[in-house]
């Protein structure tokens, strides 16, 4: 199975090599190696988070659609930590009676696939999200009577999956019994096609028709194929009359979701929308001074601001600025200069121009000036 699981990263990095720019492949995709598959996605090693914000938001589908050909089937990826690596590697220690508590919530945690930093305490709240986080709390704290369900919404990059996940810890810590399910659409959608293929109807039935609170991400993926949406809507029906919590995030309005059944529009607005938006250059500072708080690193407040100023449309973009600046600081053993931090970045403000004018945010544009409806 590993000769098989390097093999496959093998051609994949291969394929890969001969469609990027061979500066792109060898810094980004070069150190990234292969861990292991869990179904039909396979665990990616990074060497910071950067790498993973960075592939994730710029080469995700390429990587996954490379994966899904090498392969012959529907895979996916995601990045796991060195030291859940070296966890997994390890001897599992003997666990004492006083240590069954813990245990619990950590197989709660694994179930519910939540990332451990995605928290309310970690999300910095500003004026463009204020009204999301405080519907994403209300919902923490009611769940399945205060707003269900919640739609939130927004551009890449802005914070609707730090909230969901927020949701889900918020719950555990309520209680570590409660059952929380996340899950991107497109792994909701191969889980689906699995079933099928499988006839495994039952059980995938089961882990999301009977959990507490189901968090769904990307819903507007979902406009495609009459027999995955019917297999949402009645997932969505069996939750919402056992009053149990329902959030879902999109990257645009529902009504802007293309070929989505118009019974599951109707259903996703029935509780309350909410809307991500751009953050402004004092909350982009707020986040780098969150970021560096947390780390106890002696960053100087002009870079912070250099960071905050020309990194604007995507928090995870400006996250992974910061990791830049945070790793050569370390490194370096000293304060950066200016001069070298403007160097280390040129890529991601390169990247950040580009993504702040786009086809798609010009016609929403358009249309919100003139009032119309926008489907893409």
Not at 62 to 89: G, W, Y
Not at 227 to 250: A, C, D, G, P, Y
């Amino acid at each position: 199975m590993q000769q098989t699981l390097q093999d496959l990263w093998k051609r994949t990095s291969s394929r890969l090599h001969q469609i990027v720019a061979p500066q792109i492949f060898k810094r980004w995709f070069e150190p990234i190696r292969a861990t292991h598959l869990e179904d039909d996605c396979l665990c990616l090693c990074a060497p910071s988070h950067l790498y993973r914000y960075w592939l994730e938001d710029n080469y995700g589908d390429l990587l996954r659609e490379t994966l899904s050909a090498i392969a012959n089937r529907p895979l996916t990826f995601r990045f796991v930590h060195n030291d859940k690596l070296q966890e997994e590697v390890k001897t599992p220690p003997p666990v004492m009676p006083w240590a069954h508590a813990a245990k619990n919530r950590n197989n709660a945690m694994e179930r519910s696939n939540l990332n451990s930093t995605f928290t309310f305490a970690n999300f910095v709240v500003g004026p463009s999200n204020q009204y999301a986080h405080a519907g994403c709390w209300a919902v923490a704290q009611s769940p399945g009577r205060a707003y269900n369900p919640l739609f939130v919404y927004g551009a890449t990059g802005l914070g609707k999956t730090h909230l969901m996940h927020a949701v889900g810890h918020h719950l555990l810590n309520e209680n570590k019994s409660s059952q929380v399910a996340y899950v991107s659409t497109e792994r909701f959608v191969n889980e689906f096609i699995d079933a099928i293929q499988n006839k495994k109807f039952v059980p995938f039935r089961k882990k999301y028709r009977s959990c507490d609170i189901l968090l769904v991400d990307d819903v507007h993926f979902l406009g495609r194929g009459d027999r995955m949406q019917e297999e949402f809507f009645h997932t969505f029906n069996t939750l919402f009359e056992s009053q149990k919590q329902i959030v879902l995030s999109s990257d645009r309005p529902v009504t802007e979701i293309a070929d989505l059944e118009q019974r599951l529009v109707s259903r996703f607005e029935w509780g309350l929308t909410v809307q991500l938006q751009l953050p402004d250059e004092e909350t982009r500072i707020a986040i780098l001074r969150k970021k560096q708080e947390t780390s106890k690193m002696p960053i100087p407040d002009e870079i912070l601001q250099f960071l905050a100023h020309h990194i604007k449309t995507n928090i995870r973009r400006l996250e992974g600025a910061w990791q830049i600046v945070w790793f050569s600081t370390k490194l370096k053993g000293g304060v950066l200069a200016l001069s070298v931090v403007e160097v280390e970045l040129q890529d991601i403000r390169i990247e950040d121009g580009i993504q702040a004018l786009t086809a798609v945010s010009i016609m929403k544009r358009v249309a919100a000036y003139y009032a119309i409806r926008l489907a893409v």
